[in-house]
């Protein structure tokens, strides 16, 4: 049987496991959290080899590349041969302050305190 030339972007979306469930991945389209070439995406809006698809995921954007179409789920090791992901690298993150440990009963801490607890978190 021939590939397909197009396939529903949410089909595409859950057969490559960008969402657990398909309709995870349309209630994604719907809400604005996928997007084909830069324009938000119906669940029903075709995805074709090369186009760029941006989702939404935990929080984070990432990039994709359509380099295969496939309708249904497969293996991780299958579903990463048909996409590219060009999503940046995160920023790297920034060291935590030192969290500041009192010793319990100790009472207020008094203006000096407040003032090196301040220090240390680096405010």
Same mark, same amino acid.
Request: aromatic share 4%; hydrophobic share 35%; proline share 9%.
């Given at each position: 049987?021939?590939?397909?030339?197009?396939?529903r @972007?949410?089909?595409?979306?859950?057969?490559?496991?960008?969402? *657990?469930?398909?309709?995870?991945?349309?209630?994604?389209?719907?809400?604005?959290?996928?997007k084909?070439?830069?324009?938000?995406? *119906?669940?029903?809006q075709? @995805?074709? @080899?090369?186009?760029?698809?941006?989702?939404? @995921?935990?929080?984070?954007?990432?990039?994709?590349i359509?380099?295969?179409?496939?309708?249904?789920?497969?293996?991780?090791?299958?579903?990463?041969?048909?996409?590219?992901?060009?999503?940046?690298?995160?920023?790297? *993150?920034?060291?935590?302050?030192?969290?500041?440990?009192?010793?319990?009963?100790?009472?207020?801490?008094? *203006?000096?305190?407040?003032?090196?607890?301040?220090?240390?978190?680096?405010?």
């Amino acid at each position: 049987m021939p590939s397909p030339t197009s396939v529903r @972007v949410d089909s595409w979306a859950w057969a490559v496991r960008l969402f *657990k469930t398909r309709s995870a991945a349309s209630d994604a389209c719907k809400a604005g959290h996928l997007k084909v070439n830069g324009d938000r995406a *119906k669940p029903s809006q075709p @995805v074709k @080899v090369g186009d760029e698809v941006r989702a939404f @995921v935990s929080g984070t954007e990432k990039i994709y590349i359509a380099r295969r179409l496939i309708v249904k789920r497969v293996g991780a090791a299958v579903a990463a041969d048909c996409f590219e992901d060009r999503t940046p690298p995160p920023p790297p *993150k920034t060291e935590a302050p030192a969290t500041v440990l009192r010793e319990r009963g100790a009472g207020r801490p008094t *203006k000096r305190d407040r003032r090196l607890i301040e220090q240390l978190r680096g405010r």
